[in-house]
């Protein structure tokens, strides 16, 4: 079965996929609201899964950690990476952002959609953009928000609630209990969590078979659903986030090529795992499991360390969010034509990387809310022109995801030490 699961992760199955989906929601909206289901199935599967693997993946790779007594270098290093990647995720947003200018001097013509998406005025060339409802509140993020958002009060109510912070904060300090503990005594510990671990992964490599199928008709009924009309409206943010995400996605590639062992083509083909479930899923959290798999068994790292470092990138460093708040934030600027000094860049900047360290365990809509956090900083109206960014955001969220499984692959490679050499074959069973 080694050859179907290739062909389902082919690079270019997975654009048709993508492509066809798109054909199918512009021409045929009505089928492909109604086979919108299937992508619902498959995300409904795929979480029963992602949750019990890294539960049992962190508590395994925390308690093998402290045994081995590596675990205080090994988060030193993860600081130090997570601050990096952070700023340079901004800093590529904001130049990118600042060299193509794509919210100033707009058309009228553009002008007149936003006012139509926006207020329901044809002519509102002022830009006078009116919401009709209320404005979903962005959650706080003071000092008591962010410890009730990591400390679990139940374990089995955060599982249930898919409360990704608080189910790795019990994760790692039951493994860091565990590893305290004489191994006669946590060796079948250790083994029920292993089985557990090789379950999930084995069950999450039988549904990358229909990666291409769930891409199809997920794209398909998300294009039904808002129309292309946004989409060519807003076409210039969405083009200079996609070249800001591109640019990341590139970086990653080389910090993963240089770390691993692997040529180039190698680690790009160890790669179509982690590409093609963020291009379908648009999660983050459901990629954890082919991340790893695409670290340790492809690559060639060290499985302890990423089993811990993966879930914990995932959920922290979140490079997708800052790079999309930064572009954001600045594309609305422009729109309402307010130039930026040094010191308002360096503020859109930092409030970024803040609000992208807020966003940890958010999706969707939550985290398109926490751009009004660093618009609030700058004056600037983003309620106004929320519906715009809601009305193209299953396209930012899939550049969103990418970035941020890619660019947090490439941090655990960075963070983890370098692999001994593997065979490039590896790379395509």
């Not at 001097?105 to 002519?123: A, N, Q, R």
């Not at 009116?130 to 962005?138: F, I």
């Not at 409360?163 to 039951?174: A, N, Q, R």
Request: with cysteine; hydrophobic share 55%.
């Amino acid at each position: 079965m080694t050859w179907l699961k290739n062909l389902a992760l082919n690079p270019w199955i997975i654009l048709l996929s993508l492509a066809g989906g798109l054909t199918l929601g512009a021409y045929l909206p009505e089928w492909s609201l109604k086979l919108a289901f299937v992508g619902h199935v498959y995300l409904d599967l795929m979480k029963m899964v992602v949750l019990p693997f890294m539960l049992s993946a962190v508590i395994l790779s925390t308690q093998r950690l402290i045994q081995e007594g590596s675990g205080g270098r090994l988060f030193g290093r993860v600081l130090l990476v997570f601050a990096v990647f952070a700023l340079a995720a901004a800093v590529i947003g904001a130049g990118t952002m600042l060299t193509l200018r794509p919210g100033a001097d707009l058309p009228p013509e553009t002008l007149d959609t936003f006012g139509e998406i926006v207020g329901g005025d044809l002519h509102s060339n002022n830009l006078a953009m009116e919401l009709h409802g209320t404005d979903p509140r962005p959650p706080a993020t003071g000092l008591e928000t962010l410890l009730l958002s990591l400390v679990p009060s139940n374990i089995f109510a955060a599982l249930t609630k898919d409360e990704t912070l608080k189910i790795l904060v019990f994760s790692i300090l039951i493994g860091i209990a565990v590893g305290q503990v004489p191994r006669e005594v946590s060796d079948g510990f250790s083994k029920t969590l292993e089985t557990l671990y090789q379950g999930c992964q084995t069950i999450m490599q039988w549904m990358n078979y229909l990666l291409p199928l769930v891409l199809l008709t997920m794209s398909a009924g998300q294009l039904a659903k808002t129309g292309v009309e946004p989409l060519l409206a807003m076409a210039q943010f969405v083009a200079a986030f996609a070249l800001a995400s591109a640019l990341l996605l590139l970086l990653a590639i080389w910090i993963l090529w240089q770390r691993g062992p692997l040529s180039l083509g190698a680690t790009l083909a160890a790669l179509r795992g982690p590409f093609a479930l963020a291009i379908a899923t648009r999660n983050s959290v459901i990629c954890m499991p082919v991340m790893i798999d695409a670290l340790t068994r492809l690559l060639g790292f060290a499985r302890a360390q990423v089993e811990l470092l993966v879930p914990l990138s995932v959920s922290l460093l979140r490079i997708g969010p800052i790079v999309y708040y930064v572009c954001a934030t600045l594309f609305i600027a422009q729109l309402y034509g307010l130039a930026l000094d040094a010191g308002e860049l360096a503020l859109v900047i930092t409030a970024s990387i803040l609000a992208g360290f807020a966003s940890a365990g958010m999706t969707g809509l939550a985290i398109v809310s926490l751009t009004s956090i660093v618009c609030g900083y700058l004056g600037l109206p983003f309620e106004a022109a929320f519906i715009l960014f809601l009305a193209v955001d299953p396209l930012c969220d899939i550049l969103r995801t990418l970035v941020l499984v890619i660019g947090n692959t490439a941090s655990v490679a960075l963070i983890g030490a370098r692999p001994a050499r593997v065979t490039e074959t590896a790379c395509l069973s």
